[in-house]
């Protein structure tokens, strides 16, 4: 790893100032995808601006939504009771992700960074359109079990790989921001990019913003919710493909649903299509097998991912299923 | 490699003090950059390490097993590494250096986190338990002994992460049935294939209610 | 049970401490850090190779590469490439043979240092075409030549073509890596001219051999320090190009260089069982009677050294079947060589022969327990030899009982739990039980203790603790009084640990030293007043005291006899090896795997529900480690069966899941619930304590039980490894 200067900011604005003064400074919180990605020189640094002083840790109770700091961990809020309680769905994600010991050092913010787990994206000497712009993709035509059915394009067909950002586009959560240009706001599901032909660009912050939290409005997704994960073992593994789901069900019939997937596309997935389609309609599963179906119109594979056009349907269906059932 | 005590405040804050320091030191930065030749004159020289040891190190307080270490380590330097090649205590493993096998198992204030993804250099004051803070002389902490009776390792080289995985887990509350211990426990792979007993020593340090 | 059957491990202490010192961390005054940069191409020759950067960072002491490297004085020596004779000769000239081929050495002050220096070193290269791909090699294939490797005919060849009912399949494992949890790892330096390793080797005098040899220098000149092994599983066997790197690199520059492997380079440099394709052909009569069997495999192995193993070599004995042939080849293909992985080429061969047993099995609609029973061999008829002991049937049994094979229907997808499909499946694994010549010393202290000095070492199984048990037990000594000094070069020779040997060789070397050493205390005892005019028939040995068999009254302690003769110690020295008896028998280990699978067919997952692993051992020296041996060997199938394959990109030549995040071993949420059943008879002729072997087939056969189990579960039979959810999905039909 190469050295690089290492800066603790003290404040949120401290930090982006600090920042803005070097192209190629980041910031830095949990550090497990960072310092892992610096130790096989896809990212190369020169200054580190620690920001793990700031107080952006807290989980907020407010009217109508609540707000998670950017520097929340990711244990910290999957064992919070309040989460727990109210939104339940985020809880779950959570707990599916990476281990006990990374959920205690990754922080929300940095969750929603985290880069994709291409092996061509990991490794320098592979050609990589994320890492490298214009070096090519050698996932195309390559070993591509992980990737994307959805949205990618000819130059780059990674996925994005969290767990807890599906459960946040499904909750319709707003990403809050600063930069060098003030403050601003992002709807989660705007938050994260599908490739084109800029795959370096995960999304769509600009240079040298700062996460600072996440809001998530009130809703009545507490009781039938599942997040599903689907992966090569029982855990710790990166999903193939998961679900999250929520439904407000009222004497079977659902009112509203939400319907989110992982590991089809380069960013989380909604399913807005099938959660219009299940609007209305009594449970059953053949209601969620049509959700299911309709969902995945405009799914490509590429090889040796094409076992997600089978799993993706059914992987629906099943977290539906479930989360109906509780 | 042994660690030097300084007192040289290198660390950069971003108060006024500290800032005036900062763009000295870039400052410095910008100039090396600037003069390739002289670069390379300082490598054959060496005096570039003498520079180098000042502007690529950030003095680190940091407390292990109970004592206090003032040391000078470069932002680099993985909290793993410090631990097993500067203050030489080898009890925590490096198994696969990215955070994929959970070898490197530490407590850091109390919570079990993976030393090779830590840096160093943010782990300022920070209170670090390794497998070597956690017995008193002969006298094992329980869950050593259950390792021990259940025969919960066979190589020994995952155990120290097992331990203090084992340890946090119960504390986290993350013990109540054999099922979520193996799911708690995942993040700590044995390649030997000892889990059977490895839940089982985790259960009986449970069920005994010693305290941890 | 004896005292001695149930002990703690006598390195725990040390190893739930941390004070177990595995290579890279014994404390080395003015160490130095080096790793190696490995190429970018799979095949082909170094164009240039710029390293002035990496010798411009700061702290760097040197940058070897085949430009400027010492030669060591073994390499003029052409070996032969069969056998694993030649390993590569790491920078030797401007040749690649494989992706990741070190093609130089950093060395640094620290370890930072040296990891960003390595990142600054880039070579080009001239491409030659590589080959990665065994289907691709196919045509090249040839016999490795050699006793094992021979084609082997018994009876009619092809004889399972003809007949009742004829089952004829083709079975795949992908190349899977030992990827022991300790990288591999070293501290090299020189004192004297003489090279001294702390490295991560199974046989410590293998190793002083084959680092000798590269060096042109004797291998009594060779130190080896191997005390603790974080586990190797086979990759400890060779001696490898980074170990030799090291000694080049601290030969440089008078330092002591470390050098531990990242764990991609475990995946590219040290070895790995070798992908295979196996095909299979049997025959049997509708009443399930075998008439004819043929096993045929293909292997992999690298572009400059043979590696072979015994894949095909179980089907000639594991059945009673008159007709059999088996044949087995190799092919070259640009990567590194081989190297055998736990329960190596049987755990591969049981795969396709247990599978297939599973198949005609179903074919003949009869229990595959059943059928096995009906083929059970009653002799070895590869060797035409007796089985010196064979509790096969007793394994089934009790397997049978705990697994509870009564619920298990012949019609796949037949029997559910809620949403799951259950199945149960099994498989039958057997290793060849061996016994290698071993001397070890045997002391009695005047302390009271028994020292025992043996060069062999411990990955893991519990070798130390089964000299202590059985020291113990011949001595009378308590086993806290036992001093075990094994895993360095110096001490009396041991065998590599490998082979599931180590017990019945370092075991029996054991019991013969003590028992030898017991004689000697007990010859000293006449000597001395107290037990004037009693012969030495009438004297015992116990609880470190010689005592007169008719008068108990009439002892003295160890202690007291060692000094009235004014000696410190009193110590024998044994070399022990098998007898000219068993050498009538066949010896073998027997294990059965039990398996229990829940299946959802919508998402592809399989639940390991509940293994049950039987195992016809011989005597069991410890229960605790063996019972741990077992579980991880069964661990390790699960890995095979369910998700390990090192994944290339063919067009590169390259592995693009070589880390720890993408290469899938089972994780502690894989397993559900495990049993271990041993039937803990005493072989009558292997060793003097009637032990037969574990470790390695301990794996053997449970990746078949987990594909067999599958099939019962799902009706789909998965005959490329692993099982992984694509393989078993199934597409749910719209309803609308």
């Known amino acids: 790893m190469k050295n690089f200067q290492i800066i603790r900011a003290l404040s949120s604005g401290s930090a982006v100032t600090n920042i803005s003064k070097e192209p190629s400074a980041m910031f830095i919180a949990g550090g497990t995808n960072l310092v892992d990605l610096m130790k096989k020189n896809v990212v190369v640094p020169d200054k580190l601006v620690d920001i793990t002083a700031l107080d952006l840790k807290k989980i907020e109770f407010g009217t109508g939504q609540v707000s998670i700091g950017a520097l929340a961990k990711n244990s910290q809020v999957a064992e919070d009771k309040s989460i727990k309680e109210k939104y339940p769905l985020l809880a779950l994600a959570l707990a599916a992700g990476a281990s006990q010991q990374i959920r205690h050092m990754a922080t929300v913010g940095g969750n929603m960074l985290q880069r994709t787990r291409c092996s061509y994206f990991y490794n320098t000497d592979m050609p990589c359109n994320k890492r490298t712009p214009k070096s090519g993709c050698g996932a195309i035509g390559g070993s591509n079990r992980m990737h994307a059915i959805f949205g990618a394009s000819d130059s780059c067909i990674a996925v994005h790989p969290s767990d807890m950002c599906i459960a946040l586009a499904a909750l319709d959560a707003t990403v809050f921001v600063e930069g060098p240009k003030g403050k601003r706001q992002i709807k989660f599901t705007d938050f994260h990019r599908l490739p084109g032909n800029s795959p370096e660009k995960d999304n769509t912050l600009e240079s040298k913003e700062l996460i600072t939290s996440v809001e998530i409005p009130e809703n009545n997704f507490t009781k039938n919710i599942h997040y599903l994960k689907v992966r090569d073992r029982s855990s710790y593994a990166f999903a193939l493909i998961s679900v999250a789901v929520g439904l407000d069900i009222k004497n079977n019939v659902i009112n509203e649903a939400r319907l989110a997937m992982g590991g089809v596309a380069h960013k989380p997935w909604r399913l807005t299509e099938a959660e219009e389609f299940l609007k209305g309609k009594t449970v059953s599963e053949e209601t969620f097998r049509q959700a299911a179906n309709l969902s995945m119109k405009g799914a490509k594979s590429y090889g040796d991912n094409a076992f997600k056009l089978t799993l993706g349907p059914n992987a629906i269906t099943e977290a539906l299923t479930i989360a109906a059932s509780k | 490699m042994a660690p030097k005590k300084t007192n040289i405040k290198k660390v950069i804050e971003d108060d006024t003090n500290s800032r005036r320091d900062f763009i000295k030191k870039s400052g410095l930065f910008t100039a090396l950059a600037f003069a390739p030749p002289s670069l390379v004159m300082a490598s054959e020289k060496k005096w570039d390490e003498k520079i180098a040891e000042y502007l690529e190190t950030v003095p680190l307080s940091i407390e292990v097993n109970g ?146 | 049970m004896s005292k001695t059957s149930n002990i703690n491990r006598v390195d725990g202490f040390a190893k739930v401490t941390g004070s177990a010192t595995y290579s890279a961390e014994y404390k080395t005054a003015g160490v130095t850090y080096a790793c190696l940069v490995g190429s970018t191409i799979a095949k082909g020759r170094i164009k240039s190779i710029d390293t002035k950067k990496a010798e411009w960072a700061p702290g760097v002491l040197a940058v070897i590469t085949h430009l400027n490297v010492e030669k060591p004085a073994g390499y003029e020596q052409a070996k032969q490439r069969n056998n694993l004779g030649q390993p590569l000769q790491i920078f030797k000239d401007d040749s690649v043979r494989y992706y990741d081929q070190p093609i130089a050495l950093v060395i640094a002050d620290t370890f930072e240092r040296m990891q960003y220096a390595a990142s600054l070193i880039k070579a080009e290269y001239l491409k030659e075409e590589h080959t990665t791909q065994l289907e691709k090699a196919k045509d090249k294939s040839r016999n490795p030549g050699g006793d094992r490797a021979k084609d082997y005919n018994r009876g009619t060849e092809d004889a399972y073509k003809t007949a009742e009912v004829v089952l004829e399949a083709e079975y795949t494992i992908p190349t899977e890596v030992h990827n022991p949890m300790e990288l591999a790892n070293i501290i090299a330096k020189w004192e004297n001219n003489k090279p001294i390793l702390y490295t991560k080797s199974q046989g410590v005098e293998g190793t002083r051999k084959s680092v000798g040899n590269v060096f042109g220098i004797p291998p009594e000149d060779v130190e080896v320090h191997s005390e603790y092994l974080g586990g190797a599983f086979g990759m400890g066997l060779h001696t490898w190009p980074y170990e030799i790197a090291a000694l080049i690199g601290s030969k440089k520059i008078g330092k002591p260089v470390k050098l531990v492997l990242h764990r991609e380079q475990m995946f590219t440099n040290v070895g790995f069982r070798p992908y295979t394709i196996q095909k299979m052909g049997l025959g049997a009569t509708k009443d399930g009677k075998l008439t004819g069997l043929s096993h045929e495999a293909l292997a992999m192995t690298s572009n400059y050294e043979d590696f072979t193993e015994a894949t095909v070599n179980m089907s000639r004995f594991m059945y009673d079947c ?279 067919p919508n998402l592809g997952k399989i639940r390991i529900a509940h293994v049950v692993s039987c195992a016809d051992i011989g005597t069991v020296i410890n229960h605790k480690t063996s019972a741990g041996q077992m579980y991880g060997g069964a661990v390790g199938g699960i890995g095979m069966g369910l998700m390990e394959a090192l994944e290339i990109d063919h067009r590169f030549g390259r592995p693009i899941n070589n880390n720890f995040a993408d290469y899938h071993v089972p994780v502690n949420a894989d397993i559900e619930k495990q049993e271990v059943f041993f039937v803990n008879k005493k072989d009558p002729v292997s060793n003097p304590m009637g032990t037969k072997g574990l470790g390695e087939t301990a794996l053997v056969g449970m990746a078949p039980a987990i594909a067999n189990a599958v099939f019962n579960a799902t009706g789909k039979r998965v005959r490329d490894l692993p099982i992984t959810l694509d393989k078993i999905l199934e597409p749910i039909v719209a309803t609308s």
Not at chain 2, 153 to 164: A, E, K, L, N, W
Not at chain 3, 372 to 395: G, I, V
Not at chain 3, 540 to 546: C, E, K, R
């Open chain 3, 322 to 600: 008159a007709n059999v042939s088996t044949k087995y080849r190799i092919a070259e293909l640009d990567t590194c060589t081989p190297i055998w992985m736990r329960g190596p080429g049987e755990a591969t061969g049981s795969f396709a022969l247990e599978s297939a047993i599973d198949e005609l099995a179903h074919k003949l609609n009869m229990d595959p327990i059943e059928f096995r029973k009906r083929n059970h061999a009653e002799k070895d008829l590869e060797q035409n030899k007796p089985w010196s002991s064979k509790y096969l049937l007793d394994c089934y049994e009790a397997g049978m009982e705990r697994i509870g094979w009564k619920d298990r229907k012949n019609k796949p997808g037949s029997v559910r739990e809620g949403e799951w499909l259950v199945g149960y499946g099994m498989g039958t694994g057997t290793f060849g039980s061996y016994r290698n010549p071993t001397t070890v010393k045997a002391k009695f202290l005047a302390d009271g203790n028994l020292v025992l000095q043996c060069s062999v070492n411990d990955m893991g199984p519990g070798t130390a603790t089964m000299m202590t048990a059985i020291g113990a037990e011949i001595t009378g000594i308590p086993t806290e009084n036992v001093v075990i000094e094994m895993g360095r070069s110096g001490l009396p020779k041991g065998p590599t640990q490998g082979g599931s040997a180590t017990t019945s060789s370092v075991g029996s070397a054991v019991h013969d030293a003590c028992n030898l050493l017991v004689s000697k205390a007990l010859g000293l005892a006449t000597e001395n007043p107290t037990f004037k005019n009693i012969p030495i028939t009438d004297l015992t040995f116990a609880n470190g005291s010689v005592s007169s068999k008719k008068e108990a009254s009439k002892s003295v302690s160890l202690t007291t006899l060692l000094s009235a003769n004014k000696l410190e110690e009193l110590a024998v020295e044994n070399e022990s090896k098998g007898s000219e008896e068993a050498k009538k028998y066949s010896i073998y280990s027997f294990s059965v795997h039990f398996v229990k699978v829940l299946v959802n």
């Open chain 2, 67 to 212: 004592t206090k270490h003032n040391l000078n380590v470069e932002p680099r330097t993985t909290l793993l590494d410090l631990l097993r090649e500067n203050l030489q205590l080898t009890g925590t493993k490096k198994g696969c250096d990215h955070g994929q096998c959970g070898a490197c198992t530490v407590h850091v204030n109390g919570t079990r986190i993976l030393s090779c993804l830590t840096l160093a250099s943010m782990q300022q004051n920070a209170q670090v338990t390794t497998i070597e803070g956690l017995s008193k002389g002969k006298k094992l902490h329980p869950m050593q002994e259950a390792f021990i009776k259940n025969d919960g390792f066979q190589c020994g080289y995952c155990t120290p992460g097992q331990i203090m995985s084992g340890i946090a887990c119960i504390k986290e509350g993350h013990a109540n049935s054999r099922e979520e211990i193996r799911e708690y426990m995942s993040g700590n792979i044995c390649r030997c294939g000892a889990y059977h007993n490895i839940v089982d020593a985790i259960t009986e340090v449970k069920e005994g209610g010693k305290p941890l």
